[in-house]
């Protein structure tokens, strides 16, 4: 047989995690025991009042057929008390919230609903991989757009004014951002929202780290007239401990939220019960949780990455959010994965060069808070070692 695989195969490659996890396995397996400050899987459990409503559930007879698609009332509920709780947005839970399984498949969702093959998606530079990789496997051009440390990771709308706009479909937002931390700012999301209106763009916010290390967490949904030209995701998966769980969101206006489900309801079959209930359990986490797990612990991590990233002379924003710190390598590097392979080979520590984010990381490298304090430590006191 001479079967050869589909043409989108040759637009994209294995994701690097995929890839360079596959080498770190190789480096343990020969007793290298390498500390991994790379992927943002937060280490620390859900509430136990979520693990406790999962295991309740589980045990009910009626809870293990199909589910809706749409999602249980009680998930669909607690989304829309989420959003009042820490936005002070009001969300019709009926009509203006569909829950998914994470927000990598409403990435492949919202791109299904709203863009044809040949239409023009605006992808940041740097930006999560899955903007790019996604659009490519759907067919969309990708029309990247730059964010830069000197404009403290903003949108450019000078730069974005003077673009061919005319087949641009959809615009890719995420604040906080990943990877670089810059936090959202009230007036790009306002800015946002007018240069949807004025060219017929929708701009999708991916805003999962909004309650990380954050005093103030914000939404585009705040701004007036945002349901009407914007798509925001939401993810339980870092503010709740919960990324083995899939479970997301999506918040728009009523007849986008309807394109979405007709998709989805030819792709899957429903969550779940046990995860839908008990997700909707973790939205009623106290405010002590919050504090503790969204702001206390990581604030304590953060620490150590910083004297991890000043141990190998980069150069950070001590106001960036988030669960990563991002940071500048030195000019003797010629690129920044010339330093981390040297982290990981000498010192023994896996953190993530910037480059996979785009062109733009190309001088920077991130450092995950998603390990625990005393392996945080020995990776500090391992890099020290070898750099100082």
């Known amino acids: 047989m001479n079967i050869q695989p589909a043409d989108r195969l040759s637009t994209v490659q294995e994701y690097y995690f995929s890839r360079k996890l596959k080498e770190v396995a190789k480096l343990n397996a020969e007793g290298k025991d390498i500390i991994s400050l790379a992927i943002g899987s937060p280490d620390m459990p859900p509430s136990q009042a979520t693990i406790d409503k999962l295991c309740k559930v589980a045990y009910r007879p009626d809870a293990h057929g199909y589910q ?10 607690a989304m829309a008390g989420f959003y009042k709780r820490w936005y002070n947005v009001e969300v019709d839970p009926q009509t203006e919230i569909q829950p998914m399984i994470g927000s990598k498949e409403a990435i492949l969702h919202v791109t299904l609903a ?9 992808v940041p530079n740097p930006g999560y991989p899955t903007y790019t990789s996604l659009s490519k496997i759907l067919g969309q051009k990708i029309v990247n757009y730059d964010l830069l440390e000197s404009n403290g990771w903003q949108p450019d709308f000078g730069q974005l004014e003077q673009m061919d706009l005319s087949r641009v479909k959809l615009m890719w937002t995420n604040y906080p951002n990943m990877p670089t931390g810059g936090d959202a700012q009230r007036k790009t999301y306002e800015r946002l929202v007018k240069f949807a209106q004025d060219h017929n763009i929708v701009i999708v916010n991916d805003n999962p780290y909004s309650l990380i290390l954050n005093d103030h967490p914000q939404s585009i949904m705040q701004v007036e007239g945002a349901k009407d030209c914007c798509i925001e995701f939401n993810s339980m ?27 989805k309801s030819n792709i899957d079959s429903g969550t779940f019960r046990g995860i839908q209930l008990a997700a909707a359990e973790a939205y009623n986490n106290t405010d002590d949780w919050h504090s503790e797990f969204n702001y206390t612990n990581y604030k304590r991590r953060r620490e150590i990455a910083e004297q991890i990233m000043d141990a190998l002379d980069c150069k950070y924003d001590r106001k960036s959010v988030g669960m990563f710190l991002w940071g500048r390598i030195p000019e003797k590097y010629k690129t920044c994965e010339e330093l981390t392979e040297r982290v990981l080979h000498e010192a023994r520590v896996f953190i ?5 984010f785009g062109s733009n990381g190309e001088r920077y490298i991130r450092i995950s808070l998603c390990a625990k304090d005393e392996n945080m430590r020995d990776a500090l006191q391992r890099i020290q070692q070898v750099f100082n």
């Open 68 to 77: 809706p698609t749409v999602g249980v009332p009680e998930l669909r509920q």
């Open 114 to 122: 709203l863009c044809n093959p040949g239409d023009e998606v605006l």
């Open 237 to 263: 998966s870092k503010s709740h401990n919960m990324p083995g769980w899939r479970v997301g969101m999506v918040v728009t206006n009523s007849t986008w939220i309807q394109w979405i489900l007709k998709i």
């Open 352 to 356: 993530t060069p910037g480059f996979i």
